[in-house]
């Protein structure tokens, strides 16, 4: 497709177990981002990848939160022992990965946890 | 206190009115991108910057590296501008990072 895609873009889930989600960046794209949208909340920062390798892992806020991404294109962002507190809309962005490279969003994955 | 402070955080305005959203920002940074968020709807990136003035149709964007602060104008503000309007700084550190802005809601009655 010609955008960022990613899936599922809705999730339930009960609390402890683990999801996956999953973008596809657009083609070409070498940097790719996930960030997380609470409800009432402003975006925030969960890692960034250039290529297969992530320099920046800064914002996970836990170490039940994991990504990796694959062959430089899709990746997925993994929660285990899911919490209430990571009800979300968890969004992913890609860009042909230069500092002056505009950023192209997904429409989000809406994760709730009950 | 946030890296990235926007202003108005909430802002409603009449079909027709200029519009000016701020951003003031306090690490350095290597790009300044304004985001677009309608409700219940994606992000879109709607400038980059990292010097100087972009326009594009009825939106211009400025940016006073010196002053780290950063302007959105709307002009001749349409109801279909309602959106969030997120300023989002690169930080110019190692990484590509963004620290974001929490956003100005704006809602334009017709």
């Known amino acids: 497709g010609a955008g960022v895609s990613q899936s599922p873009s809705n999730k339930v889930t009960e609390k402890g177990k683990d999801v996956e989600l999953r973008c596809d960046p657009i083609s070409g794209h070498t940097a790719l981002y996930w960030y997380r949208q609470s409800l009432g909340q402003g975006l925030e920062f969960l890692i960034y990848f250039q290529g297969n390798s992530a320099p920046d892992k800064s914002g996970l806020p836990s170490d039940r939160f994991s990504a990796e991404r694959t062959g430089g294109s899709v990746s997925t962002l993994t929660i285990q022992r899911t919490q209430q507190e990571d009800s979300a809309v968890y969004l992913c962005?890609?860009?042909?990965?230069?500092?002056?490279?505009?950023?192209?969003f997904g429409n989000g994955t809406r994760l709730t946890v009950t | 206190k946030n890296e990235v402070e926007q202003s108005p955080q909430n802002l409603t305005a009449q079909e027709g009115e200029f519009i000016t959203i701020n951003c003031s920002y306090s690490?350095?940074?290597?790009?300044l991108h304004w985001l677009q968020q309608h409700p219940g709807g994606g992000i879109v990136s709607l400038f980059m910057?990292?010097?100087g003035k972009k326009k594009h149709g009825r939106l211009i964007a400025t940016i006073n590296i010196q002053e780290k602060h950063s302007s959105l104008h709307i002009t001749a503000s349409h109801p279909r501008d309602s959106a969030v309007y997120i300023c989002?700084?690169?930080?110019?550190?190692?990484?590509?990072?963004?620290?974001f802005g929490t956003g100005t809601l704006l809602a334009v009655q017709p």
């Open positions: 962005a890609s860009s042909l990965g230069g500092i002056n490279s505009p950023l192209h």
């Open positions: 910057l990292s010097s």
């Open positions: 989002a700084v690169r930080w110019g550190g190692a990484t590509n990072k963004l620290i």
């Open positions: 690490v350095g940074i290597s790009a």
